[in-house]
């Protein structure tokens, strides 16, 4: 069905619907690291558009089955009786955002992420896992987290009984700092990173100082 | 911020659910990380001068030998070093950077040159503007708009931008950018001018050729 409409397709849409066919053979969030590492709105941002209000309604659903937060505190965040503003960008990044404000952002179809922005100031909103001191700085350069990092002694992991599974948004707390210094997609489960102690344990979403920290109205 | 309404509404034996209150969240205003991240950017010693002076309590939380020590947790001594020693590198290879463009800066220059077209008809071209920062067509719409005549941005003969304003307004645009550089500079709309060197500009004019 999708490949009989893919060949009606003209030639110059033919890129977009190779992107999206690959969104169903291949876990979107695999796609989507380092998307704000080289981010530039001027030239990344292809238009904005306010979104209708029985896909915010949808949107809002996704967002409170995923995050942990109630109804009261989203609707501080997000007024039901206010509009939010689809920014679309390339790559099949969509920015949301409130009075200029970006709120969160989605890549394909995978999960909705706070920006860091939004999560220091609602921190409960997603699980966390802990860094140690040694692996801050990489982060901050736009690594991803490797397992050292979060079993050393400065790390931390959730114990068994709260374990969370690969494919989980969680942000990076940091050993001895007060505030997430990033926010990421878990690449293995926890118990696993346990065991393996090796490899890519966390991918990088969205960090202090990169492309969308530096984006504070749109 | 409760909403007024459901205040009203709640009874008491179903209590009222709030919003949770966002954490009012403080970032360095030097580098826009939360100032226990300074240490991993590329200004440290510009944000401590900056909290020190703008937020003592908070420096003190920082940057005391206590708040020092207490930080270095689980990393080694040697990784530690290693991390101080990066950092300063970084701030040298920013300042570096920075320096080197305040040089270049300084030896840019802006040529107001006054042409001749016909007899008693002039055009006039900036030049140089782009090296202080400027933004080119906004500043074309400036002249253009206060002279009230055309006003563009166009390619030279070597491929440069330059700004062409129609009539000799070369006077009028040297006292703009000295106005814009007067104070607080941002009055009547002359802010895009505002980083130019007025000891920079250079005022020259070009005669109407004989045989035109
Ligand atoms: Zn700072």
């Known amino acids: ?218 | 911020m409760a909403t007024p309404a459901t205040t009203a509404d709640a009874t008491p034996s179903q209590p009222e659910k709030q919003a949770i209150p966002p954490v009012q969240m403080f970032y360095c205003g030097v580098c826009t990380f939360p100032p226990e991240y300074c240490e991993f950017g590329d200004s440290l010693s510009k944000c401590k001068e900056w909290l020190q002076a703008q937020h003592p309590d908070l420096y003190d939380k920082y940057y005391s030998d206590v708040a020092l020590k207490a930080k270095l947790g689980t990393i080694s001594q040697e990784a530690q070093s290693k991390l101080e020693e990066d950092t300063a590198k970084k701030e040298a290879k920013a300042e570096a950077k920075a320096d080197a463009a305040r040089k270049k800066k300084l030896a840019s220059q802006v040529i107001i040159k006054r042409i001749e077209r016909n007899k008693r008809k002039y055009i006039t071209s900036v030049r140089g503007l782009e090296a202080f920062g400027v933004d080119l067509k906004k500043a074309a719409k400036l002249f253009a708009q206060r002279f009230a005549t055309g006003g563009s941005v166009t390619k030279n003969a070597a491929g440069i931008d330059e700004i062409v304003v129609q009539g000799d307004v070369s006077q009028e645009i040297y006292d703009m950018i000295v106005e814009a550089n007067d104070g607080k500079g941002g009055k009547k709309g002359l802010d895009v001018l505002k980083d130019v060197l007025v000891d920079n500009i250079e005022m020259v004019e070009e005669k109407r050729k004989k045989d035109e």
């Open chain 1, 1 to 218: 069905m999708a490949d009989a409409s893919c060949s009606r397709e003209t030639k110059s849409r033919g890129r977009a619907i190779e992107a999206d066919r690959d969104t169903h053979t291949q876990p979107s969030s695999s796609r989507c690291f380092r998307m704000f590492k080289k981010f530039q709105p001027s030239a990344d941002i292809a238009g904005q558009t306010t979104v209708k209000s029985s896909i915010q309604r949808g949107i809002r659903s996704a967002i409170l089955s995923s995050w942990k937060i109630d109804v009261e505190t989203l609707e501080e965040i997000w007024p039901k009786k206010e509009s939010i503003v689809h920014v679309k960008c390339r790559d099949h990044l969509s920015i949301y955002a409130l009075h200029g404000e970006p709120l969160f952002f989605q890549h394909f179809d995978g999960p909705y992420f706070p920006t860091l922005r939004l999560f220091h100031k609602y921190p409960f909103i997603l699980p966390h896992v802990r860094v140690d001191r040694g692996a801050i700085r990489f982060l901050l350069a736009g690594a991803h987290m490797m397992c050292p990092g979060l079993t050393s002694a400065g790390g931390w992991l959730p114990p068994a009984d709260a374990a969370l599974p690969a494919g989980t948004p969680v942000a990076f707390d940091a050993e001895g700092k007060e505030f997430a210094v990033g926010i990421g997609i878990m690449k293995l489960g926890t118990e696993e990173m346990k065991v393996v102690k090796k490899g890519v344990a966390v991918e990088s979403i969205t960090y202090v100082g990169d492309d969308l920290w530096a984006i504070q109205k749109l």
